[in-house]
């Protein structure tokens, strides 16, 4: 059998309305203060019975409100016809109010137009009875009695929801802005990652192979070029960092902002990378057919970006001969296309530097931030890594 739910204990403000309501219902009907029967020969202690009744209903107004405007009503009834405390009255009001209020949607559409639809009856019935201006006031105190203080609980109740519903609103505004600030942050930690990969990188790379090679050869002319190229790479590696840690520290208000590498710098990349290989059967090509148009700055940066990923991977994994860099973009227009061939097959003699896998991932979420195109992989006998990045004409120009 299913277990029945525990019984909601009254609130503070119900208890204290049902007693106050029931002391002061005692307190009139000891003074006296109490209308005459409505129902010749019933009792007039039958009201002290309504006033308890409605004190324990007033016990339910916001756990049970329906419940307890039913119980109110019955109440109300005996009080009437035994003669009627204005306390009873009083409680029966704030029952209405609470089944309104507390109820669920369904009462709050249908008890104010049931009070409405009663007030009338009862008055055309007072005024049918009684046939004396007088009735009026029958319909008036049902009125009072009915349809204010359920008007009142809708009124109370559609700014109750307004206000909860702007709260609901303000919290879902603020849970939005929370994810977006974590989009946001997790985007920059994504580029910083990227930038600090390819600024580094290729440097320390150059580092480790140079540094592999002056301990395993023992010639006193190789180990002065390995340890001058590890210098430079070490000074150059520095500059980048104290680069890139400048474009971290710097505030929104400066004034000029820090220089973004461009694709005119391709040479001294490829300069690098040419001193970073020993083997004299390794060269380095760059084939420039980008045109005289200008690029966007985000294009030039990609495209630089990854280029020297891809000059890094070479250095680190290709086979001795020809590291071809093209450049493509159509007269008048259209989308860059850089290409970068290294060979594949017989790795070169000498020590290598392990990869991590960075590198494409660094380069495919670049382009694919430009909605571009990325392949990379071995293709006619060398491995090839091609980019294809969108150009904004308007940007183009603005740059």
Do not use: C
């Not at 307004?162 to 942050?185: G, K, N, Q």
């Amino acid at each position: 059998m299913p277990r029945s739910l525990p019984l909601r204990p009254p609130d503070r403000v119900d208890a204290a309305i049902a007693v106050t309501g029931l002391l002061g219902g005692l307190l009139l009907y000891a003074l006296g203060l109490i209308s005459h029967a409505a129902l010749p020969g019933v009792p007039r202690r039958l009201a002290l019975l309504a006033l308890v009744v409605m004190a324990g209903a007033e016990l339910l107004r916001r756990g049970a409100p329906l419940v307890a405007l039913g119980i109110g009503t019955a109440a109300l009834t005996l009080d009437v016809l035994a003669g009627s405390l204005i306390a009873n009255v009083g409680m029966f009001t704030d029952l209405v109010y609470a089944a309104v209020l507390y109820g669920p949607p369904a009462a709050y559409r249908f008890i104010p137009r049931a009070t409405e639809v009663l007030t009338v009856v009862g008055t055309l019935l007072a005024v049918a009875l009684m046939r004396e201006p007088a009735a009026l006031l029958v319909g008036i105190a049902l009125a009072v009695l009915t349809v204010v203080p359920a008007w009142t609980g809708v009124g109370v109740r559609v700014h109750r929801d307004a206000a909860e519903a702007a709260r609901l609103t303000a919290e879902r505004t603020a849970l939005l802005a929370e994810l977006d600030r974590r989009e946001a942050v997790s985007a920059e930690r994504a580029r910083m990652a990227r930038e600090l990969h390819d600024m580094v990188a290729g440097h320390l790379s150059a580092i480790a192979i140079h540094s592999s090679a002056a301990l395993s050869i023992d010639e006193p002319g190789a180990s002065r070029e390995a340890l001058g190229v590890i210098r430079e790479n070490s000074v150059q590696g520095l500059a980048e960092m104290r680069r890139l840690i400048g474009l971290l520290r710097e505030t929104a208000g400066a004034d000029q902002p820090a220089p973004t590498p461009r694709l005119d710098g391709l040479d001294a990349l490829l300069e690098r990378a040419r001193t970073s290989v020993r083997d004299d059967r390794f060269s380095f090509v760059l084939r420039d057919g980008r045109g005289t148009g200008a690029l966007p700055v985000p294009v030039e940066l990609a495209a630089y970006r990854i280029v020297q990923e891809s000059l890094t991977n070479a250095v680190k994994h290709a086979a001795s001969g020809e590291v071809a860099v093209e450049l493509e973009r159509v007269a008048g227009g259209g989308p860059l296309t850089v290409r970068v061939t290294s060979p594949l097959g017989a790795a070169r003699p000498g020590p290598r530097a392990p990869g991590a896998g960075a590198g494409l991932v660094g380069m495919r979420e670049r382009v694919a931030l430009l909605n571009g195109e990325f392949e990379a992989g071995p293709v006619d006998g060398t491995w090839t890594i091609r980019a294809v990045l969108p150009v904004d004409e308007e940007r183009s120009e603005k740059s």
